[in-house]
């Protein structure tokens, strides 16, 4: 499968525990997204990498939140200090430059 | 904020009919619009796009109308198959160099045979 592969596709934790999640995007794709999708809403930008350089963040993107892309392959996302409203689905997608945005599955993650 | 919207949450239609599902925006700088499907447990998969400076587009079996007048897109799926069946989202870019896509609420649709 060539697709983009998110790991671990389910995570549970306490509140209060850090977690990470991993990206691999299409090997070819230079740009990374991540998105966050809460039940039975679209999902909401978070952050976009260009190669390994973190061009945008959104708003939503909280200090406890940290991403990093450091050879311009895979990505992980951070999340600090967990909270309850941190749970949902935390989405990767990768593009050439302009082109569509391909998505994986997807980690969902459930704070307790 | 501005954002784009869908018109219903449901969609139900038998096995073969059209089906046509809604999306507004507000967007009026939006100039690329994308349909995505997302299966349960799955990440989105790209349906089809269209610029602003296009009406129509047409796909296998899905169409994309965009009617910028009065800012509505609308997908259509021919001949609707029990596979089809999932959430439907629009969303959109300030032009097609832009990165973040801004999607709606969605559209589930259920397909009965």
């Known amino acids: ?112 | 904020g501005e954002s784009v919207g869908l018109h219903l949450p449901t969609l139900s239609v038998q096995e073969g009919d059209n089906s046509i599902i809604n999306c507004a925006y507000s967007n009026s700088a939006s100039d690329y619009f994308i349909w995505y499907k997302q299966e349960s447990g799955k990440g989105p998969q790209f349906i089809i796009d269209i610029r602003s400076n296009m009406d129509k587009r047409q796909g296998q079996r899905v169409t994309v109308l965009l009617n910028k007048t009065v800012k509505h897109l609308s997908l259509q799926i021919a001949a609707t198959q029990p596979g089809d069946s999932a959430v439907y989202f629009c969303a959109e870019k300030e032009n097609q160099a832009g990165t973040a896509l801004i999607f709606g609420k969605g559209t589930t649709l259920s397909v009965s045979s």
């Open chain 1, 1 to 112: 499968d060539t697709g983009v592969s998110q790991d671990p596709r389910h995570k549970i934790t306490k509140r209060g525990q850090n977690v990470t999640f991993r990206c691999d995007p299409i090997s070819e794709h230079n740009r990374l997204y991540w998105y966050r999708q809460t039940l039975g809403q679209g999902p909401e930008f978070l952050t976009y990498f260009q190669n390994e350089a973190q061009l945008e963040k959104s708003r939503l993107l909280s200090d406890r939140f940290s991403a990093e892309r450091p050879k311009g392959s895979f990505s992980t996302l951070e999340i600090q200090r967990t909270e309850q409203g941190d749970s949902a689905m935390y989405l990767c997608a990768s593009s050439f430059d302009r082109a569509e945005q391909y998505f994986g599955p997807g980690t969902r993650l459930t704070v307790t």
